[in-house]
């Protein structure tokens, strides 16, 4: 007899890791009692102090206490909760992808630590659908694939239908002149918060709706987050994911 695949809902995902990973604002409207909690411990991380203090991907990790951690089953639920954060940061892609992609970049051989956590970052952020989910032309990374299946994207004047598409410097994102398409994109910068900054990488111009892609190997332009992303350990326990 088979059994279907069932999926947690998306929003308990962050409930159980005690972050709200992807700054969703619609966790604060949940009224049940399971939620308070978390509810409380996000308001306090989102006082005026740490609301604008952007987290720097490249800086040394190190626990605050030396025996913090150290044990062999607090290392594997550290690591459990910094894969699964990591793969919420970027939509909830599926543990294949992430496995094959880092692994096919050659990060582990032959390369020092800072340039592995560069190149994961530089890689995921030339996503497509990321890109439009960091410019505010949509609201969830989700919503930007859909958006880009639906044919509402084009590069380099041609419609792309993948959410997955690499982009390289240089390249120019439209959205077409549908007035459905761009009708959308306006009510969702509407509702854009607008922090953290669009990243330095991405050059936006909100009037004609045109992004141009400048991201090079140069570490001014890495993005830097409000949530800090532990890339050390994603990068060294790709093995068993």
């Given at each position: 007899m088979k059994y279907k695949k069932r999926y947690k809902p998306f929003y308990k995902q962050f409930l159980r890791l005690r972050v709200n990973v992807q700054n969703r604002h619609?966790?604060?409207?949940?009224?049940?009692?399971?939620?308070?909690?978390?509810?409380?411990?996000?308001?306090?991380?989102?006082?005026?102090?740490?609301?604008?203090?952007?987290?720097?991907?490249?800086?040394?990790?190190?626990?605050?206490?030396?025996?913090?951690?150290?044990?062999?089953?607090?290392?594997?639920?550290?690591?459990?909760?910094?894969?699964?954060r990591f793969s919420l940061f970027y939509?909830?892609?599926?543990?294949?992808?992430f496995k094959t992609k880092i692994t096919s970049l050659g990060l582990i051989k032959n390369r020092s630590l800072n340039d592995a956590r560069h190149n994961v970052i530089q890689f995921f952020e030339s996503r497509l659908d990321v890109v439009l989910y960091r410019s505010g032309f949509c609201l969830s990374i989700k919503e930007?694939?859909?958006f880009i299946l639906y044919k509402?994207?084009?590069?380099?004047?041609?419609?792309?239908t993948t959410g997955s598409y690499i982009l390289k410097p240089n390249d120019l994102i439209e959205i077409s002149e549908n007035f459905k398409s761009r009708n959308f994109v306006k009510k969702n910068l509407l509702r854009f918060n607008f922090w953290p900054i669009p990243t330095k990488h991405l050059l936006i111009?909100?009037?004609?709706?045109?992004?141009?892609?400048?991201?090079?190997?140069?570490?001014?332009?890495?993005?830097?987050?409000?949530?800090?992303?532990?890339?050390?350990?994603?990068?060294?326990?790709?093995?068993?994911w």
């Open positions: 619609k966790l604060f409207k949940f009224k049940k009692k399971k939620w308070l909690v978390f509810q409380k411990f996000s308001e306090k991380q989102l006082k005026f102090f740490k609301r604008f203090k952007l987290k720097d991907q490249f800086r040394l990790f190190a626990t605050r206490f030396a025996s913090r951690g150290n044990s062999f089953q607090k290392k594997f639920r550290n690591n459990l909760q910094e894969k699964k939509g909830g892609l599926k543990k294949r992808y930007a694939r859909k509402h994207v084009l590069v380099n004047k041609s419609f792309v111009n909100y009037k004609t709706l045109h992004i141009l892609f400048l991201y090079t190997d140069s570490f001014d332009l890495a993005p830097r987050f409000n949530h800090y992303l532990n890339l050390d350990s994603v990068i060294s326990n790709i093995k068993n």
